[in-house]
């Protein structure tokens, strides 16, 4: 089973996906993987963005939508390759799932919702982001949110806010007891 974890920045798919591990599955923070497919490509990185380091990179790409669709193009097919490759149950996290077309690849997808405000201050607190710098990485993922894009398969949210563990367990237990359907 390949479920995918999606939601905008600071809305808590990192932590949901912690508990998901205490389902049996391995989670693949899919920024991480691309890291490291990058550090991988650093010829093909230094030719497309004039950089290899990775906050140099996150202001350019979140800043020029042009040259985040290349350096995504560059990237994407290998990271494919590794999840299709992949022999056991999976929980692909990444905000950009729909985007990329990973979402083809699961069974179906689970959106993490929380409100702006609260995810504003969590990038705060967590991240040391500055409110315009959160706004604009905010607005670069807008289509990420399933009442505004379309998946490619189904999706279930899960409010991420002011609820217990043991009140977010039983919302996963929901989902996949009762997994979502087209």
């Known amino acids: 089973m390949r479920i995918g974890l999606t939601g905008r920045i600071c809305c808590g798919k990192n932590y949901i996906g912690r508990l998901l591990t205490f389902r049996g599955f391995e989670v693949w923070d899919l920024d991480r993987v691309a890291q490291k497919i990058r550090s991988n490509m650093r010829t093909e990185v230094m030719n497309l963005l004039g950089t290899t380091d990775s906050k140099e990179i996150a202001s350019i790409v979140f800043n020029n939508p042009q040259k985040l669709h290349a350096l995504e193009n560059l990237i994407y097919p290998e990271l494919k390759k590794q999840i299709e490759e992949y022999p056991y149950d999976l929980v692909l996290n990444g905000a950009l799932l729909h985007r990329s077309g990973f979402d083809k690849l699961c069974d179906f997808v689970i959106y993490v919702d929380a409100p702006?405000?609260?995810?504003?201050?969590?990038?705060?607190?967590?991240?040391?982001?500055?409110?315009?710098e959160f706004l604009r990485r905010d607005k670069a993922q807008e289509d990420v949110d399933p009442e505004k894009s379309q998946y490619n398969c189904p999706v279930a949210v899960i409010e991420n806010f002011g609820k217990t563990d043991a009140a977010l367990i039983a919302d996963l237990d929901t989902i996949f007891s009762h997994p979502p359907k087209f």
């Open 116 to 132: 702006v405000e609260e995810r504003k201050r969590r990038s705060e607190a967590y991240r040391g982001l500055s409110e315009e």
